[in-house]
C-alpha cells in the first residue's frame, strides 16, 4: 500500500539526555541515510533560534548534508523563518540543494511566532507580515531565473533552479492570513494542524487570484510518533524527553500559534491521553497509517537516548512495514 511516512528532526535535548550534541547531530544523518535506504519516504527539518535546549538553527546545512549522503529521500524543511533571512541568501541555497539532491529539496516558509528571535536577527517583530511578503516576492523572483533590479543593482541567480519554483517552496501558517499569503503568491499551503477551515479559506482565495492549481499539505496527526514493543513501557522509560518537548514547546506560546505540537500536558498521563505524542506498538503503528495514509516517526524528540530512537526505528523497518506489505 502507499503510504507517506516522515522522518522528522529538530535536535532539540532536554538537560536529562545522555547524548552529546555532536553524536545526536551525526546519528541524525545516520538515521536519514537509513530511511533512504528503507523507503521512507520524507526527512524533515526545524528551525528555531535563540534557544537553550540546542533546537536546530541551521536546518539548510543539515539538509545539504543529508542531500550528499541519500539517493532517493526526499529533504524538507519545514518551517524556515524566512523574515530572519537574506532571502537571495536562501535562494542560493535552495538552487544549490536542488542541484545536489536532482530535485529531492522542498522548503516551507513560515512566519514565526518568537519575537526573540526576531530581536536577535534585528527583524523587525511589528512590521513582520510586510516583511515576510516582500522577502517572498524577491525569494521566488530570484528563484525564477530572471534578472532584476536589487538595491540599486542587477541580480541574477546562476545556476538557475531546474525545478519549478512552486515544487520546492510553500508557504506555512496556521491563520487565515498564510492561507491567503500562501494563494497570492500562487504557492502550496503547508498548514500547522490539519484544520479543514483553513483548507476552505486557501481553496477560496485561489479561487480569487486565479489559481488553479492550489494544494494543500496537512500534517496530518499525531505529528510525533515512536514505535515500541510495549508502549507503557517505553512511556515509563522515555516519556520524560516527550514531555520536556511538550512544554519546552508550550512556553514559547503565542496567541496565533496552533500546531500539533502544542501541547497543554503538565503530566506524563495528560500528555499520553491528549495524543499528540503517541507510542504505538507495531501493530498499532501499521492500523494507524492504514488509516490516516501517513505516519511522523521522531525518533530523537526531546533528547530520547540515540540507542532508544534506533529500537523505534528498528520496529518500524522490522515489524511495521511487513504488516503493511502482508495487507498489501
Known amino acids: 500500500m502507499t503510504h507517506l511516512s516522515v522522518l522528522q528532526f529538530d535536535l532539540r535535548r532536554a538537560p536529562s539526555c545522555p547524548d ?6 551525526r546519528a541524525c544523518l545516520e538515521m536519514v541515510r537509513w530511511a533512504d535506504a528503507q523507503g521512507i519516504s520524507v526527512a524533515g527539518f526545524s528551525e528555531h ?9 541551521a536546518p539548510l546545512m543539515l539538509a545539504m548534508a543529508s542531500a ?16 530572519l533571512h537574506d532571502p537571495l541568501r536562501v535562494a542560493e541555497d535552495i538552487v544549490a540543494l536542488d542541484q545536489v539532491s536532482r530535485g529531492r529539496f522542498n522548503l516551507t516558509v513560515g512566519l514565526g511566532y518568537r519575537q526573540c528571535e526576531y530581536q536577535a536577527f534585528g527583524a523587525d517583530w511589528q ?13 521566488l523572483r530570484a528563484l525564477s531565473g530572471e534578472a532584476f533590479a536589487h538595491r540599486g543593482v542587477e541580480v541574477q541567480l546562476t545556476p538557475s533552479l531546474h ?6 517552496v510553500f508557504v506555512g501558517g496556521n491563520s487565515v492570513a498564510a492561507a491567503n499569503r500562501a494563494a497570492r503568491f500562487g504557492l502550496y499551503f503547508a498548514p500547522a494542524i490539519d484544520d479543514p477551515a483553513l483548507g476552505d479559506a486557501y481553496q ?15 500534517p496530518r496527526e499525531p505529528c510525533l510518533t515512536l514505535i ?29 500559534r496552533r500546531a500539533y505540537a502544542e501541547s497543554a500536558a503538565s503530566t506524563l498521563p495528560a500528555l499520553r491521553q491528549e495524543g499528540k505524542y503517541a507510542i504505538l506498538s507495531p501493530e498499532q503503528a501499521a492500523s494507524r497509517i492504514v488509516e490516516k495514509g501517513s505516519i511522523n516517526l521522531s525518533p530523537l524528540c526531546g533528547g530520547i537516548p540515540i540507542d532508544a530512537a534506533w529500537e523505534s526505528l ?13 495487507k498489501d
Open 68 to 83: 550528499a549522503c541519500t539517493q532517493r529521500i526526499v529533504l524538507s524543511v519545514s518551517a524556515l523563518q524566512l523574515p
Open 204 to 218: 477560496a482565495a485561489c479561487k480569487g487570484h486565479g489559481f488553479e492549481e492550489g494544494f494543500v499539505i496537512y
Open 20 to 25: 552529546t550534541p555532536a553524536d545526536r547531530t
Open 314 to 326: 528498528q520496529l518500524y523497518s522490522e515489524q511495521v512495514i511487513p504488516r503493511l506489505q502482508a
Open 163 to 168: 525545478t519549478p519554483a512552486r515544487s520546492i
Open 49 to 57: 533560534h535563540n534557544t537553550s535546549d540546542g533546537f536546530l538553527s
Open 127 to 139: 512590521r513582520r507580515g510586510k516583511v515576510f511578503d516582500e522577502k517572498l516576492a524577491i525569494l
Open 228 to 256: 515500541a514493543e510495549d508502549p507503557d513501557k517505553a512511556w515509563k522509560e522515555l516519556g520524560e524527553f516527550l514531555l520536556y518537548d511538550a512544554q519546552a514547546y508550550a512556553s514559547w506560546a503565542h496567541p496565533s
